[in-house]
């Protein structure tokens, strides 16, 4: 909350580029655009060393899963029409792989 009104809030972001730390520098890039709208959106998923059996799931705020896709490449743009989420509201994007979850941004579909 901005109680003083100094604060200023972009409306949009940057990607978000999370990192291990390791000496491999696996790195993991994913970005949803546009976001929100209201018919197609596109995740892109970058990532020299990302599993082979890592998953996209997208879920509803009541946790019921309303897409997933296999993830098959190391960059990948995945296009996901509103006919697949079949409704507008607030989603959450998980990409998992066998070492666990890797990012989870927030989709929103408008009417």
Not at 18 to 41: C, E, I
Not at 50 to 67: A, Q, R, T
Request: hydrophobic share 35%.
């Amino acid at each position: 909350m901005d109680f003083d009104n100094d604060t200023l809030c972009q409306p949009e972001s940057e990607p978000l580029i999370l990192g291990t730390g390791s000496s491999n520098n696996t790195k993991l890039q994913l970005n949803v655009y546009p976001n929100p709208n209201n018919a197609n959106f596109v995740i892109e998923i970058r990532n020299r060393n990302i599993p082979s059996n890592s998953k996209l799931y997208i879920y509803d705020l009541n946790g019921k899963e309303v897409f997933n896709k296999l993830i098959l490449t190391e960059s990948q743009k995945i296009v996901i029409s509103r006919g697949e989420i079949g409704m507008e509201g607030v989603f959450i994007c998980k990409l998992i792989s066998s070492d666990g979850l890797l990012y989870s941004p927030k989709i929103v579909l408008k009417k």
